[in-house]
């Protein structure tokens, strides 16, 4: 039995595989259900008593030292497998490189408006999207039977009655609701810049949706007047369209300013001469402004004796298809790929 052990230790010493399946055949030789150690183990039984001892170690010494040569060579099959993976790797190939994102161009447009505020001391203000008609309608000078009320066509999600009431709740329908929240806790100076999402219940088409964003301003302090509006407006115009603009006002009404104007851009697509995106008019109808009603101020606790101030609101998206001459809307919704890598800004 001495010589059996002795030679199977020198087999395991010697044993050199080429491959991951020789070892696995050469672990069931030995220590298999039918494997010779297995074998030596039976036999082991029927030794005389005062050979046990010794037989016993060197038995137990043959299993653990083939264990740890079948491991042993495992490990260093697998190292050589990695090194030769390794080696058959091209590295003076270009790697993969890594898609970058971009700005969704309502973003960049925004930021851009934002920037420009921020030179005139505006800070950012935002507000909640779900609204109640306090802060939509009521504190803006929008009496309950006001025909200007249908002006906008609002989701409600909670109505009190058949009549509209300051508790109603609604989706925002203009960015004027963070204006009034702003003056119910900050006293003047006010010098704010409003964007945020709105919601009118509109049919979708490539001049219309029913959610989109706006960017509205307010500035109030004493001694406030028409005049500052129209230079920062102006300011406005130039930074975002070119030094080139111009801007026109024509009367208008909205129940929380007065007097009220529209503002006009200069197209500048055709630099005023007319053309098809103008309509032949030369201008470019982009924002709603004027200087705040005193019943507004009232309303959030600001004496219209002491302050005045105005306030003018604009689409993004209308300003966006103006800087980047597309003419249709949805696609600012659809998030299709194609178009989004079209706009890329350090913004
Ligand atoms: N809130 C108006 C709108 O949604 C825009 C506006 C804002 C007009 C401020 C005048 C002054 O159409």
């Known amino acids: ?149 249908d002006m906008q066509d609002t989701f409600f999600i909670e109505r009190r009655g058949e009549e509209p009431a300051p508790d109603d709740i609604l989706l925002r329908t203009h960015t004027s609701s963070i204006q009034v929240r702003t003056m119910e806790r900050q006293r003047p100076p006010i010098r704010v810049i409003c964007p945020g999402r709105v919601f009118r219940n509109e049919a979708i088409s490539y001049r219309a949706h029913c959610i989109f964003h706006q960017i509205e301003g307010l500035y109030i302090d004493e001694g406030v007047s028409f005049a500052d509006m129209k230079q920062s407006l102006l300011y406005f115009a130039k930074e975002i369209f070119g030094e080139q603009a111009r801007i026109r006002m024509r009367p208008s009404y909205f129940p929380f300013t007065e007097p009220s104007a529209e503002v006009d851009v200069s197209c500048n697509l055709c630099g005023g001469k007319g053309c098809a995106v103008c309509k032949g008019t030369g201008w470019l109808e982009i924002m709603g402004c004027g200087m705040v009603d005193p019943n507004v101020l009232q309303a959030s606790g600001i004496d219209p004796e002491k302050y005045s101030g105005f306030a003018f609101g604009m689409g993004i998206e209308r300003v966006a298809m103006l800087l980047y001459g597309v003419n249709d809307l949805r696609l600012y919704f659809e998030n299709d790929v194609r178009f989004l890598h079209q706009f890329r800004s350090a913004l």
Do not use: C, W
């Open 1 to 149: 039995m001495i010589d059996k052990i002795n030679e199977l230790l020198r087999q395991v010493e010697e044993f050199r595989p080429r491959a991951a399946a020789e070892i696995e055949e050469f672990r069931i030789r030995m220590l298999g259900k039918k494997g010779e150690l297995t074998a030596l183990m039976e036999e082991f039984k029927g030794v005389a008593p005062e050979l046990k001892r010794e037989l016993g170690q060197r038995l137990n010494g043959l299993k653990s030292e083939t264990l740890a040569r079948i491991n042993a060579l495992r490990e260093e099959l697998q190292n050589t497998a990695g090194e030769r993976a390794a080696a058959d790797d091209d590295l003076t190939r270009p790697g993969t490189a890594e898609e970058l994102g971009s700005r969704h161009p309502i973003s960049l447009v925004r930021n851009r408006i934002v920037e420009v505020f921020s030179r005139l001391g505006y800070t950012v203000a935002e507000g909640p999207e779900i609204e109640d008609d306090r802060h939509v309608f009521t504190k803006l000078n929008f009496p309950p039977e006001h025909p200007a009320r």
